[in-house]
């Protein structure tokens, strides 16, 4: 299943299939030779090349941007398609990529920029606007995000990247309804679609249908185990409900299971201390904190219930101690959140 | 922590992980509960009251923010009257620093007397009633021990204290009292913090705010919106110790209660049964603060370690209306906060340890409330069988949240959620009437029975709109006891007393309090509902003095008078 950062692998296709070699020197036949056969750095290297040759008479700029777009390099890659555009400032298909590339660059804002730009010549594509969406998800636009995988999908409705985003926005929105509409439809076109399914689970549990989720969470756990690749999070969201459910018990080995599969994830290690805490473990519930604040020192959540743990482990200083970072970490996200998002 | 593995970008993890906890609630309902049946009487009871927000195209944030009601017997006639509190004129701009004022019969505050037919009549010009500020939140009780309720309107910049003359007029003694306070004062409760038999009076403040002109929202598209209190500091909550001599000494400092907060709504209970009682701060998006009653005088705010401060997920929220009562029925209070839409109402569960569970999600409250912003809210048994249910008025606090959530409303029903014997809530509202599908600007909240029927009804009031009767009309043959308690050596009302009813299905619990919900002041009559039983086995008071009382075999369908015995 396809994530935001895999979203690469998309733009790869467009590009291979417009993978005219335009460079008339020996080089440059093999520069194109290597982006045609994906040899991406070599292809790089020889695209930069091409063009000391015939500085900005060429398209290399523009191949060697696609090229470092698929080695995910893509400072250099925006760098490359800026030369590119100096000296080819009608090209709409090296604005489109930068626009790609200032979105896997977390700026949204110069994206959208550039897709419109791109736009006003010439009309994007179902994966334009899905990138278009997944920008406005970064500024927490969801309606605009929305909007827009809407347009990509009904321009290519079989895609189901856009349709899982679709659903997470919806999801993100509260509208849990078209939000499992979305997740069962992906499942549908692909029934091994773990995050899908994982994705339901979250929305049945929005809408208080617990069991129902439980089974979902369990299903996505289930289909992970065929695939190679292990995430951490049906287990999380499976044993975080669980301990909501008071049966923290049951929770227990399954967040176990996260945390062995994350051994990084703050969350993991918070949800199993949690669940330990509802027990009344608490020296494992301790241990799991004390991993969690390690690896998220910046959040106040796991200082609050490492507080009340050492309180219940009779550590009053130390619990103070905690508690005084909650409330300071609070004031201080607060103080943060209030400069930027003013309104109610 | 991280969210990369859902597959989307950073941008959405924090609101997903707001999703982490939620309900436990299975939508199979072992059965149909009893739904509620309320009707608007308003208008044929006579009430025409309509709140005066003033609203302006700066969007002060004082414009949304409501002012509340109150439910008492102020004549002593045995029926329950209300009052209203109201806004006042804002200009557009305000200057700051204004203290705004009741230039218009309009923006008065109102009295209403109930008749013997049950209909009310307005008799705030001859009570004297009518006020002079922007007032918010209203408390009663008799702070002189006289035997009429005493009234305390809290205001933005000046509340005010009236004494109750005890013949249908009430005297302005907030000057001589010491109790005007300062700043932007919003719910308000009386409380003898100090078991001395007088009744003490904690006030809470909002924050640091004034009418600065500063824009919210979306300028670019016109869309001005209420600032978000992120943007204000915080203010303590005022503590007037009550002196015995019509005065009253402002303690917040003595009494360790000047931590600053940004409190909405106020509740009391001795939650670790310790003979003191406590003191409950909803606070607007920090932490919540309760105030854990030393016994000497002073307090220490333990809402952190007690676990009832922030939700199940360690994350703050827009604390609102405020109740602390039993509702598991194991005799120790519990707590429930009304929030914003995508926070959902906060219940906390007693441990009976000095600590709380956060009970949102298993009690199934989560999953009804997650798209629901609430203000005054009260536990209350409207169908009479035994288990406390809740009454929550609502409404957004921006009146354009629809533009940017689409989902959201601004004006919002009523809710009403049946208690499934204290493990789970079960959303009645739409079963229980027609005002349950009717969209208003809520704020306060008073509940008590109206008409003496043995049921609890309910007044609602909205932001810069009109205010609702709601009487109680539930077809049930459950029966039920009021309980309306004199104190002799405690305060008069009785506030603080804990009462425990025995019948055979099993025990049930309540203090006497007039606090709760959201600026709104409620029923000192303790309401409880017997299902079948026709006698209550046992009555069991706890006097605040410490007076211990026990009443056998009392007839059920009454409202009993129950004096406090000398010993």
């Given at each position: 299943m396809l994530n935001l950062k895999q979203s690469a692998s998309l733009i790869l296709a467009i590009l291979l299939s417009a993978a005219a070699a335009s460079a008339q020197t020996g080089i440059c036949d093999q520069a194109a030779t290597q982006f045609r056969d994906r040899r991406w750095p070599d292809a790089a290297e020889a695209y930069a090349n091409c063009d000391k040759g015939a500085p900005g008479q060429t398209d290399a700029l523009l191949y060697r941007g696609k090229a470092l777009v698929n080695q995910q390099k893509f400072p250099e890659a925006a760098a490359s398609l800026e030369s590119y555009l100096a000296t080819h400032p009608q090209s709409d298909d090296a604005v489109y990529l930068l626009?790609?590339?200032r979105f896997r660059q977390d700026q949204p804002k110069e994206s959208l920029a550039l897709f419109t730009q791109a736009a006003k010549r010439k009309a994007p594509a179902a994966d334009d606007l899905k990138i278009v969406a997944l920008d406005y998800v970064l500024l927490n636009d969801y309606t605009s995000a929305a909007r827009y995988l809407e347009q990509s999908l009904q321009m290519n409705p079989d895609d189901v990247e856009a349709r899982y985003h679709l659903g997470r926005v919806r999801y993100q929105q509260n509208q849990f309804d078209p939000a499992i509409a979305a997740f069962e439809e992906v499942l549908r076109q692909n029934p091994s679609d773990v995050k899908a399914e994982d994705n339901l689970g979250l929305c049945l549990e929005a809408k208080g249908r617990g069991d129902a989720a439980l089974a979902a969470y369990r299903k996505a756990i289930f289909?992970?185990?065929a695939s190679s690749f292990q995430s951490e999070q049906p287990y999380l969201n499976l044993g975080k409900l669980l301990t909501t459910m008071n049966r923290a018990a049951e929770a227990v080995p399954v967040l176990t299971q996260a945390a062995m599969i994350a051994p990084d994830s703050a969350t993991a290690h918070y949800e199993l201390g949690r669940a330990q805490f509802s027990l009344e473990r608490f020296e494992p519930a301790r241990a799991q904190l004390e991993k969690a604040v390690a690896l998220d020192p910046k959040n106040s959540s796991p200082h609050y219930l490492l507080g009340r743990i050492y309180q219940r482990l009779g550590k009053r200083e130390q619990a103070t101690q905690q508690f005084k970072l909650t409330e300071e970490l609070i004031r201080q996200q607060n103080a943060k959140s209030g400069g930027m998002a003013s309104s109610h | 922590m991280e969210c990369s593995q859902n597959g989307i970008g950073s941008a959405l993890c924090p609101a997903l992980l707001a999703l982490g906890a939620v309900l436990a609630a299975s939508a199979a309902a072992q059965s149909s509960p009893t739904p509620g049946r309320f009707t608007d009487a308003t208008e044929k009871l006579g009430i025409h009251f309509r709140q005066q927000a003033s609203p302006t195209s700066k969007k002060y944030l004082l414009e949304t923010m409501g002012s509340g009601v109150a439910l008492f017997d102020y004549d002593n006639d045995g029926r329950l009257d209300i009052f209203f509190a109201n806004g006042a004129r804002l200009d557009d701009p305000t200057p700051k620093g204004t203290i705004p004022k009741k230039d218009d019969a309009k923006y008065w505050n109102r009295l209403y007397h109930?008749?013997?037919?049950?209909?009310?009549?307005?008799?705030?010009?001859r009570?004297?009633?009518?006020?002079?500020?922007?007032?918010t939140g209203v408390a009663v009780g008799d702070y002189d021990n006289d035997g009429f309720e005493d009234l305390f309107v809290a205001g933005y910049g000046h509340s005010t204290l009236y004494h109750n003359n005890g013949d249908g007029t009430f005297t302005d003694v907030t000057?001589?009292?010491?109790?005007?306070g300062s700043g932007w004062m919003t719910s308000a409760a009386w409380v003898d913090y100090d078991n001395d038999g007088r009744l003490d009076l904690v006030v809470a403040r909002y924050m640091q705010w004034d009418f600065d002109d500063i824009y919210c929202g979306h300028r670019e598209e016109g869309l001005r919106s209420f600032c978000h209190p992120d943007l204000f500091k915080p203010e303590s909550v005022l503590l007037y110790h009550n002196d015995g001599n019509g005065k009253f000494s402002e303690v917040s400092h003595q009494a360790g209660v000047d931590k600053p907060g940004k409190g909405l709504g106020i509740a009391i209970a001795d939650y670790d049964h310790d003979g003191w009682m406590d003191i409950l701060v909803a606070n607007d998006s920090i932490p919540e603060y309760l105030f854990h009653?030393?016994?000497?005088?002073?307090?220490?705010?333990v809402g952190l370690p007690s676990g009832a401060a922030l939700d199940g997920n360690g994350t703050s929220f827009a604390g609102m209306g405020v109740d602390f009562e039993d509702y598991n029925n194991d005799g120790w209070p519990d707590i429930i906060i009304t929030d914003l839409a995508n926070q959902r109402y906060a219940l906390f569960t007693n441990l009976k340890d000095g600590t709380f569970d956060y009970a949102t999600p298993a009690t199934g409250l989560g999953a009804i409330s997650l798209l629901h912003s609430g203000w005054g809210v009260r536990f209350l048994d409207y169908d009479n069988d035994g288990w406390k249910d809740l009454f929550i008025v609502q409404s957004h606090v921006m009146d354009t949240i629809q533009v940017n959530e689409p989902n959201l409303r601004y004006r919002?029903?009523?809710?009403l959620l049946h208690n499934e014997q204290g493990k789970k809530f079960v959303d009645v509202s739409a079963d229980s009437g027609d005002v349950f599908h009717q969209q208003w600007a809520a704020r306060g909240l008073a509940i008590g029975d109206i008409n003496n029927d043995g049921t609890l009804d309910a007044v609602v009031t909205s932001n810069d709109g009109p205010a609702w009767i709601l009487l109680n009309q539930t077809s049930t043959t459950n029966h039920w006891i009021s309980l309306n308690l004199v104190g002799a050596k405690s305060n008069r009302d009785a506030i603080g007393a804990q009462i425990r009813i025995s019948i055979a299905s099993g025990d049930q619990f309540a203090t006497v309090s007039t606090s709760g919900s959201y600026q709104s002041s409620s029923d000192k009559r303790a309401h409880f509902?017997?299902?079948?039983?026709?006698?209550?086995?046992?009555?069991?008071?706890?006097?605040?003095?410490g007076v211990r009382q026990i009443l056998k075999d009392v007839k059920a369908d009454q409202i009993l008078t129950v004096t406090e015995p000398a010993k």
């Open positions: 626009g790609y590339v289909m992970e185990s | 109930q008749k013997a037919d049950g209909t009310f009549e307005d008799v705030t010009q009570a004297g009633l009518a006020g002079i500020g922007y007032s000057s001589a009292a010491g109790v005007a009653n030393r016994g000497n005088g002073t307090f220490e705010e919002e029903p009523p809710l509902g017997l299902g079948a039983a026709a006698m209550i086995r046992e009555i069991e008071v706890r006097w605040p003095s």
